[in-house]
């Protein structure tokens, strides 16, 4: 998987590196049997995603994460932290759910409507 650098553009803060999941295996594996989350994941979602379609479990996962969901303009539509064996439903379809460690909502401050730029791939 590649790596990526994801940027809150409406606050002007890099929020750090994420793995990218865009396959279906990638995106169904997301951070699943990890013992912890150095760096993130953004998963990739098909472009005809509704609301539900876009949802996420966390089946498997030994802690929770703090879990945007972006729609195809990279702005954030929703967000929330989830723990282990549950799911959730975003607010509004997404094209981008990025999965990060816990505190990293309040941490950088993101909020519902800024937009992300996560374009430039590191190497």
Excluded at 8 to 15: A, D, G, R, S
Excluded at 29 to 46: A, H, I, S, T, Y
Aim: some cysteine.
């Amino acid at each position: 998987m590649k790596d990526i650098l994801i940027i809150n553009l409406t606050k002007e803060t890099k929020i750090g590196k994420v793995e990218v999941a865009d396959s279906f295996f990638s995106r169904f594996m997301g951070l699943m049997f990890r013992k912890n989350v150095d760096n993130g994941m953004l998963l990739k979602l098909p472009q005809s995603r509704s609301r539900h379609g876009s949802a996420i479990h966390m089946f498997f996962m030994h802690f929770p994460l703090d879990i945007v969901f972006a729609d195809s303009d990279r702005k954030i539509v929703d967000m929330v932290t989830i723990g282990p064996w549950k799911t959730y439903t975003p607010i509004a379809p997404a094209n981008y759910v990025i999965e990060l460690k816990t505190g990293s909502i309040k941490k950088f401050d993101l909020e519902i409507g800024d937009n992300l730029d996560f374009t430039l791939e590191c190497v």
